[in-house]
Nanobody
């Protein structure tokens, strides 16, 4: 089992920045690819970004490329999502997820999910 806990969400003005964190406990963190997903009110859950076990490969949804950066610190069992130039459309609950396969995250398949943290961007 892997437990995932997100933090760092909040209210920010458009154009501002936030950094989300996802701390993992349980099985070895560096065995898992990690990802971020988001779900806005009335919308389907959306893939945001993923990072492979070593951190050497990343993937992003087009709408966040150039604004968001995913990273991980395997020594701290923690993954991050640095979000810059935030827009009102980025408002959502952001969840982290873990899966043994990097490719699975892109199709929203994950073995473990966190509860989520709310990000609200005011325009």
């Amino acid at each position: 089992q892997v437990q995932l806990v997100e933090s760092g969400g909040g209210l920010v003005q458009a154009g501002g920045s936030l950094r989300l964190s996802c701390i993992a406990s349980g099985r070895s963190f560096n065995n898992f690819a990690m990802g971020w997903f988001r779900q806005a009110p009335g919308k389907e859950r959306e893939f945001v970004a993923a990072i492979e076990r070593s951190g050497g490969r990343t993937s992003y949804v087009d709408s966040v490329k150039g604004r968001f950066t995913i990273s991980r610190d395997n020594d701290k069992n923690t993954m991050y999502l640095q979000m810059n130039s935030l827009k009102a459309d980025d408002t959502a609950v952001y969840c982290c997820a873990a899966d043994l396969k990097f490719s699975d995250l892109g199709i929203q398949k994950a073995d473990y999910w966190g509860q989520g943290t709310q990000v609200t961007v005011s325009s």
